[in-house]
């Protein structure tokens, strides 16, 4: 018997956000295909305010979930840097996508100042900020950069996803995601950011829209398939 993966869901739930609903369906869905079996835990963001690492190290993976503004930004960032340091398969969508960027610019870049709008209006430094047109309860055209990983899972180099956003990476800051290790590896038709990954990690993709709500629609999504097989990974290659 295959052994159950298991899954850390960062956020603060709420049966009121869709994307809440959605998530644990889009796990059993992939978990279908791969013939695993999966098991979600939501782990509220003050948790993570103390003994993160402890916390975290329970899970095969780690999915970072809409719903910001988060009740503990600091546990929400402390996760993700645990997810990219430790090699531990990360997803994050949506809110999650923000905070993933905001914590690379933040803890590799060392741009401190950072900021996400929504959390801190008057930031010094809003990489993080309101869209130029929010994203509400809509879907729109993405192009995949072609050697993304993304793109390899996708197999194709144009999708359509659902968003319900309203903020994003500040165009004035875009150019500090040229040629790190986070690479923008999907963009909108004015080249604004939905999608990046990093280059050098297990499996890191964060994006702005939101995979899960195809599991509303019983299909199962290959993005989340993707990110559900490389835990499952994980666990053969710790064995």
Same mark, same amino acid.
């Given at each position: 018997?295959?052994?159950?993966?298991?899954?850390? &869901?960062?956020?603060?739930?709420?049966?009121?956000?869709?994307?809440?609903?959605?998530?644990?369906?889009?796990?059993?869905?992939?978990?279908?295909?791969?013939?695993?079996?999966?098991?979600?835990?939501?782990?509220?963001?003050?948790?993570?305010?103390?003994?993160?690492? !402890?916390?975290?190290?329970?899970?095969?993976? *780690?999915?970072?979930?809409?719903?910001?503004?988060?009740?503990?930004?600091?546990?929400?960032?402390?996760?993700?840097?645990?997810?990219?340091?430790?090699?531990?398969?990360?997803?994050?969508?949506?809110?999650?996508? !923000?905070?993933?960027? *905001?914590?690379?610019?933040?803890?590799? &870049?060392?741009?401190?100042?950072?900021?996400?709008?929504?959390?801190? =209006?008057?930031?010094?430094?809003?990489?993080?900020?309101?869209?130029?047109?929010?994203?509400?309860?809509?879907?729109?055209?993405?192009?995949?950069?072609?050697?993304?990983?993304?793109?390899?899972?996708?197999?194709?180099?144009?999708?359509?996803?659902?968003?319900?956003?309203?903020?994003?990476?500040?165009? !004035?800051?875009?150019?500090?995601?040229?040629?790190?290790? *986070?690479?923008?590896?999907?963009?909108?038709?004015?080249?604004?950011?939905?999608?990046?990954? &990093?280059?050098?990690?297990?499996?890191?993709?964060?994006?702005?829209?939101?995979?899960?709500?195809?599991?509303?629609?019983?299909?199962?999504? =290959?993005?989340?398939?993707?990110?559900?097989?490389?835990?499952?990974?994980?666990?053969?290659?710790?064995?």
């Amino acid at each position: 018997m295959k052994p159950t993966v298991r899954i850390g &869901l960062i956020g603060d739930y709420s049966p009121e956000i869709t994307a809440h609903v959605a998530i644990p369906r889009a796990l059993a869905l992939a978990a279908d295909v791969l013939a695993h079996d999966v098991e979600p835990t939501w782990i509220a963001t003050p948790a993570l305010d103390r003994d993160a690492e !402890q916390t975290l190290s329970a899970y095969d993976g *780690l999915w970072c979930v809409p719903g910001s503004p988060y009740a503990s930004m600091d546990g929400v960032l402390r996760a993700i840097r645990f997810a990219r340091e430790d090699g531990r398969p990360f997803l994050g969508t949506c809110g999650g996508c !923000q905070h993933a960027l *905001l914590e690379y610019v933040r803890n590799v &870049l060392n741009l401190a100042a950072a900021d996400h709008a929504e959390s801190n =209006p008057d930031a010094e430094m809003p990489f993080i900020a309101p869209l130029a047109c929010a994203l509400r309860e809509t879907s729109g055209q993405i192009a995949l950069h072609s050697g993304s990983r993304i793109r390899e899972i996708y197999g194709r180099s144009e999708i359509v996803e659902g968003y319900n956003c309203s903020f994003g990476v500040n165009p !004035q800051y875009r150019g500090l995601l040229e040629d790190g290790r *986070l690479r923008v590896t999907g963009t909108d038709a004015a080249g604004e950011v939905r999608a990046v990954e &990093l280059i050098d990690h297990p499996f890191f993709i964060a994006t702005l829209f939101q995979p899960e709500r195809s599991a509303l629609k019983g299909t199962a999504h =290959p993005l989340i398939t993707a990110y559900l097989q490389a835990a499952a990974v994980r666990i053969e290659d710790r064995g």
